[in-house]
Nanobody
Framework: QLQLVESGGGLVRPGGYLSLSCAAY????????VAWFRQAPGKEREGVSC????????KYAGPAKGRFTISIDNAKNTVYLILNSLKPEDTAVYYC??????????????????WGQGTRVTVSS
């Protein structure tokens, strides 16, 4: 059974930092592109970042550029998203998703077949 499990969310003050993890179980991420999406209260889910198989390609959406960093540890079968300089507008549930042989040329939800349950990030003073 393919499973993605996110962790690392929480409450942080503006300007703070969080490290999110996405661990894969039941399959290896070697042949998958993995993306992070987020859904803020009352808003559509949006793509944040993507890393392709074995870290060969990266993509960041507008809000993530310059502040978020995605990485993969293939030995641990885990993808990480470091969130720096957090703003209240970063408050959302963050989801990771995997797409088989996805090259991260896009951040379309329909391209990713396996999803985690999400981890909540709240940025507030």
């Amino acid at each position: 059974q393919l499973q993605l499990v996110e962790s690392g969310g929480g409450l942080v003050r503006p300007g703070g930092y969080l490290s999110l993890s996405c661990a894969a179980y039941g399959f290896t991420l070697d042949n998958y592109g993995v993306a992070w999406f987020r859904q803020a209260p009352g808003k559509e889910r949006e793509g944040v970042s993507c890393i392709s198989m074995r870290g060969g390609n990266f993509k960041y959406a507008g809000p993530a550029k310059g502040r978020f960093t995605i990485s993969i540890d293939n030995a641990k079968n885990t993808v990480y998203l470091i969130l720096n300089s957090l703003k209240p507008e970063d408050t959302a549930v963050y989801y990771c998703a995997a797409g088989y042989r996805h090259t991260c040329n896009s951040l379309l939800e329909s391209d990713f077949g396996s999803w985690g349950q999400g981890t909540r990030v709240t940025v507030s003073s």
